[in-house]
């Protein structure tokens, strides 16, 4: 049972260039959701999708764009990648939204991005 | 202005000890909150889950309370061993929340020593 799986694992990017990092997960989850990682600030969201063909934006959502390709994948895009974006990224997917469900997240094991 | 806090200096201690772990939060009226271990390069994993109308929950070793009118909790490994040396987040969903969005506190790292 694989999980949350995305790729690439490591990633140098130049000042301007674009990619996609790529998610995919095969627990049949509703929810999907793309965060960052830096020293001291904590995971934050970039943006989030409650189900397929639904995107809503997080805490973070300038300079990224998502696709929400299908139930099982959640694709995030760096149009002109900037050093601000140089992080680690992490892909999560959950069962259900909401307080009652009790929404447990399951994490991917990250993505080194580093933009020079 | 909403925050989650967790203390980020790192706690070290002698295996076999408890290791308490602080999660702070202000402005926030969480309908729950979570607790999840990462260990270095690898993606965060679920530990526990306490409600608010909850004191308390156990899960073998671990314990964790949750004190709404301190607006905190606290995450308790006993007869800690050098294994669960690793960083730990808590995470919030605010109770007008209805799309599953977690607030990740930025973790405190836990160093446990033979």
């Known amino acids: 049972n694989a999980g949350v799986t995305q790729t690439p694992k490591f990633q140098v990017l130049k000042t301007g260039q674009s990619m996609t990092l790529q998610c995919a997960q095969d627990?049949?989850?509703?929810?999907m959701y793309w965060y960052r990682q830096d020293p001291g600030m904590g995971l934050r969201l970039i943006y989030y999708?409650?189900?397929?063909?639904?995107?809503d934006k997080g805490e973070v959502p300038n300079g990224y764009n998502v696709s929400r390709l299908n139930k099982r994948e959640f694709s995030l895009r760096l149009e002109s990648a900037a050093p601000s974006q140089t992080s680690v990224y992490f892909c999560?997917?959950?069962?259900?939204?909401?307080?009652?469900?009790?929404?447990?997240?399951?994490f991917g094991e990250g993505s080194w991005l580093t933009v020079v | 202005s909403q925050k989650i806090e967790q203390n980020s200096e790192a706690l070290n201690i002698q295996e076999g000890k408890t290791a308490t772990l602080t999660c702070n939060y202000t402005?926030?009226?969480?309908?729950?909150l979570q607790w999840y271990r990462q260990d270095p390069g690898r993606g965060p994993v679920f530990l526990l889950l306490?409600?608010?109308?909850?004191k308390e929950k156990r899960k073998e070793r671990l314990k964790v309370t949750f004190d709404t009118t301190l607006k905190q909790s606290l995450f308790h490994i006993t007869a800690s061993q050098p294994a669960d040396s690793a960083t730990y987040l808590c995470?919030?969903?605010?109770?007008?929340?209805?799309?599953?969005?977690?607030?990740f506190g930025q973790g405190t790292t836990l160093q446990v020593k033979p």
């Open positions: 627990m049949n989850h509703n929810s």
């Open positions: 999560a997917s959950s069962a259900r939204r909401g307080p009652i469900a009790g929404n447990t997240i399951y």
């Open positions: 999708s409650a189900s397929e063909g639904t995107t």
């Open positions: 306490i409600r608010e109308n909850e």
């Open positions: 995470a919030l969903l605010p109770g007008s929340s209805n799309t599953g969005k977690l607030i």
């Open positions: 402005n926030y009226s969480p309908a729950y």
